[in-house]
């Protein structure tokens, strides 16, 4: 019996050293050689000051900066979750509505005639996680009215910003071309205004 209780002992210990400490210390310095500063959260920092991170969605308020896609989780990333809500779904259509007349009401003065059927469907539409840092470039396009005006730039300005900012498929057939609004919305503050 003090055999068994021994040998117990003693694989209870060299289990809990490889799956408790060595294993994690691999994978970490794994990602760390690997994957660089995605390994710690994708930080972007101005002025030595983390501002956000672009691989996670953030709320934006206020006239002067592209906003992302809706998000279910008020952009917590503390937890991640989609609405779950299907075609079919009432209280989906509801939300729909909502952000459309919300955007209609936004970008309208911007742009005489705009309509809902204008409105790209990742601006009115939350993603899968809740947290999509992009948005495509016909949702940055639709923006680029306000933003000239109330920061008192040129259209063809902030439109050639948003081009230099699409980012194509990921190894460039992955998924579509996009724009990550956190670094869009860094690159129209130093442009000014």
Do not use: C
């Not at 007349?101 to 003065?109: R, S, T, V």
């Not at 899968?128 to 016909?138: Q, R, T, V, Y």
């Amino acid at each position: 019996m003090t055999k068994v209780v021994v040998r117990a002992a003693i694989a209870t210990i060299v289990l809990a050293f490889i799956t408790g400490l060595l294993y994690p210390l691999v994978i970490t310095a794994v990602a760390q050689l690997g994957l660089g500063d995605r390994a710690d959260g994708s930080l972007v920092t101005v002025d030595g000051r983390v501002v956000g991170s672009s691989s996670i969605g953030q709320t934006w308020s206020g006239d002067r900066w592209f906003y992302g896609r809706p998000s279910v989780v008020d952009d917590d990333a503390t937890t991640s979750s989609g609405s779950n809500l299907g075609p079919s779904s009432s209280e989906l259509a509801d939300d729909l509505r909502v952000r459309g007349q919300a955007i209609l009401k936004l970008e309208g003065p911007y742009t005489p005639g705009l309509t809902i059927r204008d409105v790209p469907v990742d601006l009115l539409t939350s993603s899968a996680s809740g947290l999509d840092p992009d948005i495509s470039e016909a949702a940055a396009m639709l923006q680029v009215p306000r933003i000239a005006v109330v920061r008192g730039l040129s259209e063809d300005a902030v439109r050639s910003l948003v081009r230099e900012h699409v980012q194509g498929p990921d190894l460039g057939f992955i998924g579509e071309s996009r724009v990550n609004v956190l670094e869009l919305n860094l690159a129209l503050d130093r442009l000014g205004q």
